[in-house]
């Protein structure tokens, strides 16, 4: 099972600022590698896959990079609706799996 | 528009059984696998297992194996997590949710979820 790697746990960045979240796999995913959006009470919101391509409807300041074993999203500009829990996914290997989660927090 | 909706939220006592659904409109069915994800109370997200509802092919996570079945009705294009006998440790809001494009793409379509609590 390859274990996905969040860091940090938590980010506290201020409204109009850049957050950099990181994820790294434990053996390589290729562009394997997903991102999702999640704020409480609501189910997790598709943001990136293919380490680099954003979903449908996701504003250009959320960007993916990376390939094999570390990936990046930037969220350039952060928002106040950005302030969520940040995920990312593997879906190179079964069974799927998901990093631990990094929660960007207002500063 | 594609749409994957979850029954209501359960509460249950240790020891009952309990099924959940997911039913699909907007896509063909049959064409994309099914997954379901875990997410307990303050936790993250787990992958539990997958469908492929045209032939009820089904791929487990090693540590949901035996303890909870997939299944998918075709004929009403839903999809089903079931336990036969529930623990507290069972407590979670359990997320349906489509692969776009096989077994090994990501995550597009989300159901909201189904809050599951057991307690005494």
């Known amino acids: 099972e390859i274990a996905m790697t969040q860091s940090p746990d938590t980010l506290s960045v201020s409204p109009g600022e850049r957050a950099t979240l990181s994820c790294r796999a434990s053996q390589s995913v290729g562009s394997r590698l997903a991102w999702y959006q999640q704020k409480p009470g609501q189910a997790p919101r598709l943001l990136i896959y293919?380490?680099?391509t954003r979903a449908t409807g996701i504003p250009a300041r959320f960007s993916g990079s990376g390939s094999g074993t570390e990936f990046i999203l930037k969220i350039n500009s952060l928002q106040s609706e950005d302030f969520a829990v940040y995920y990312c996914?593997?879906?190179?290997?079964?069974?799927?799996?998901f990093g631990g989660g990094t929660k960007v927090e207002i500063k | 528009e594609v749409q994957l909706v979850q029954s209501g939220a359960q509460v249950k006592k240790p020891g009952e059984s309990l099924k959940i659904s997911c039913k699909v409109s907007?896509?063909?069915?049959?064409?994309?696998?099914i997954a379901w994800v875990r997410q307990m109370p303050g936790k993250g997200l787990e992958s539990m297992g997958v469908i492929y509802p045209d032939d009820s092919d089904t791929r487990y996570s090693p540590s949901f194996q035996g303890q909870v079945t997939i299944s998918a009705d075709k004929s009403i294009s839903t999809a089903y997590l079931q336990w036969s006998g529930l623990k507290a440790s069972d407590t979670a809001i359990y997320y349906c949710?489509?692969?776009?494009?096989?077994?090994?793409?990501?995550?597009?379509?989300w159901g909201l979820g189904t809050p599951v609590i057991v307690s005494t």
């Open positions: 907007g896509y063909s069915f049959n064409a994309h696998w």
């Open positions: 949710a489509r692969h776009p494009t096989g077994i090994f793409s990501h995550f597009d379509y």
């Open positions: 293919g380490a680099s």
């Open positions: 996914l593997q879906h190179d290997n079964l069974p799927l799996t």
